[in-house]
């Protein structure tokens, strides 16, 4: 049985920068990785037209300098091969590989109260101890994959678009079916429709969506960020999401229709998610969501011209924002083509699947490929997929059966030496996700230096601490227009999931002075033996 000082699960964008952050503080660590490449999201969402919605500058590592002057986007809105390409690049720009372990999927984790260590099993059978235990497991990673009647008759494929097969998959000449209309299937489906003989979007919620306004990086715009990268960053960490967007001064009923669309137009043409915060109150006042989702429901209008699909392809259910929105290239415009059919499952639900397609109770869909863009088990799917055994022999499920309960978003109480980056309870799927986990990176690693310093063997999150944590989370929530619409964001996107808002809805600024003052604290909150 091997050793180290911490074990970290996952070796996406968290793991990597939370080895390197360790590594600073002069902590050893080991990363177990499940896949044979390191990457996490950005290894499996391989499907075509995979980009990040949020700019390439901002949507990279802060902590070094020179790799912020080295590195070159090609583009506004990175795509999936690049971000790749970045995160292999930062492995072997830091040396990050040798102390990551492949194939080495976490089954268990056990807590020996006795020795105050950690015992992880992983699928391969290899075994590790580890005074802490860290998961980097992803906030949208475990993927949600439907199943209908008749399914495995299909003669057809079938694909996961958060499993994409590392192969090209050729949809020339193909009839292509993609279930789910959310980033992923917004994304891929002008795309698709550029090649497959036959597209059909099935669609059961219209979601709201910006154009993503991407171009190609000039060399003057990347000299120009480069020149003032300090304060961009400082901007960033100072915004409330983490994309460097600083909410309007006026609320949005305070100023004329005029001003009004004018600032909504502006926002609408240049900001992708900032567009949220073209007034402070979108997303807490219901009349102030009005205006905006009609703003956005008469621009998405705009670029249908059939009135029958206009109707179906624009959201009427809920409010901008309540739920995550999209940044889209050519989404709307794709169902212009001759090509491309809109299913909407909503009114014809999904019966079964046959050997040649799929079946609603409108007609047969024939089809020779289907995707399944159904998006995720969020925030706690990744963390409760291995066995994770605490204290008195409880495990995570069992403890947060009712949702999940942590102090500061950090860990749990019963599960000692245990830690969470960008989970529940921290601003996490609302924030610029890069920029929550650099955070907790460097936070974890100073609390872990810390402890080591001062000769504590075992910490761990109080009940109380972790109660009074939670209940504020469900008040700020409260505080805003989330809880209106069912979503990832309060366990509204899977069956029987308890209804929790899960992730920090008071920004990242205001999260880090909650930070900042558990640390002055010598980590209040936290026993420590
Ligand atoms: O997943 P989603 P996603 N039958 O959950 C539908 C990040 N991301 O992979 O809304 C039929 O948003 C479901 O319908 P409904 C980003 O944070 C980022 O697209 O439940 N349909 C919905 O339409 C994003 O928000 C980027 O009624 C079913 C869709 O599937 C998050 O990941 C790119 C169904 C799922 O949408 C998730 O995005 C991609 C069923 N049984 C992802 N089950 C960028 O940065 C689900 N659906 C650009």
């Avoid at 996107?493 to 920090?504: A, L, Q």
Wanted: aromatic share 10%; net charge negative; with cysteine.
């Amino acid at each position: 049985m091997a050793h180290t000082e911490t074990l970290i699960v996952g070796a996406g964008l968290a793991g990597l920068r939370a080895l390197y952050a360790l590594r600073e503080q002069g902590i050893s660590a080991v990363v177990l990785e499940a896949s044979d490449e390191i990457g996490g999201v950005w290894n499996h969402n391989r499907y075509p037209g995979a980009r990040c919605d949020v700019e390439s500058f901002d949507y990279s590592y802060s902590f070094s300098k020179e790799l912020e002057q080295e590195w070159r986007w090609s583009e506004r809105y990175p795509t999936q091969p690049e971000i790749l390409r970045y995160i292999n690049h930062v492995a072997d720009r830091f040396d990050l590989r040798r102390d990551i372990v492949l194939n080495a999927r976490v089954e268990e984790a056990v807590y020996d109260e006795d020795q105050a260590v950690w015992e992880v099993t992983t699928s391969e059978g290899c075994r590790w101890t580890a005074n802490t235990l860290m998961l980097c497991l992803g906030q949208l990673s475990a993927p949600k994959i439907p199943s209908y009647p008749g399914q495995e008759d299909f003669g057809g494929e079938v694909i996961v678009s958060a499993m994409w097969p590392r192969r090209q998959v050729d949809f020339t000449g193909k009839r292509v079916g993609i279930i789910g209309t959310g980033s992923s299937g917004m994304q891929m489906t002008p795309v698709i429709a550029e090649t497959a003989a036959h597209l059909t979007v099935f669609q059961r919620t219209a979601n709201y969506s910006l154009p993503a306004a991407n171009a190609p990086l000039t060399d003057e715009e990347d000299a120009r960020v480069k020149a003032n990268y300090d304060a961009r960053r400082e901007q960033i960490r100072n915004s409330p999401t983490g994309l460097g967007f600083q909410p309007g001064k006026v609320k949005t009923l305070d100023v004329s229709t005029e001003e009004r669309e004018a600032a909504l137009e502006k926002s609408y043409h240049r900001l992708g998610f900032g567009f949220a915060l073209t007034f402070p109150d979108i997303l807490l006042d219901a009349k102030a969501n009005a205006v905006a989702s009609d703003f956005l429901k008469r621009k998405m209008g705009e670029r249908v011209a059939d009135p029958e699909l206009r109707k179906k392809l624009v959201p009427n259910d809920h409010g901008f924002g309540t739920r995550r929105p999209s940044v889209d290239g050519g989404y709307f415009e794709a169902f212009a083509r001759d090509n491309v059919e809109l299913a909407d499952i909503r009114e014809h639900p999904i019966v079964e699947f046959t050997p040649n397609g799929i079946r609603t109770d409108e007609k047969l869909h024939e089809l020779d490929i289907v995707i399944f863009a159904t998006g995720f088990d969020a925030l706690t799917g990744a963390l409760l997929r291995p066995r994770i055994v605490g204290r008195s022999g409880q495990t995570l499920a069992e403890k947060w059966a009712d949702g999940p309960l942590t102090q500061l978003g950090l860990a749990t109480a019963g599960f000692p030496n245990m830690v969470i980056v960008a989970g529940p309870g921290s601003p996490s799927v609302l924030s610029n996700v890069i920029v929550s986990i650099e955070e907790h990176a460097d936070w974890f690693a100073r609390m872990l230096a810390a402890f080591k310093a001062q000769g504590i063997a075992e910490f761990e999150a109080t009940k109380a601490a972790e109660r009074a944590w939670t209940d504020y989370v469900q008040q700020r929530a409260r505080e805003t227009l989330y809880g209106t619409a069912n979503s990832f964001y309060n366990g509204g996107e899977v069956k029987g999931k308890p209804r929790v808002f899960m992730p920090f809805s008071g920004g990242v600024r205001n999260y880090r002075q909650h930070l900042q003052k558990c640390a002055d604290e010598n980590y209040s909150g936290f026993e420590k033996r």
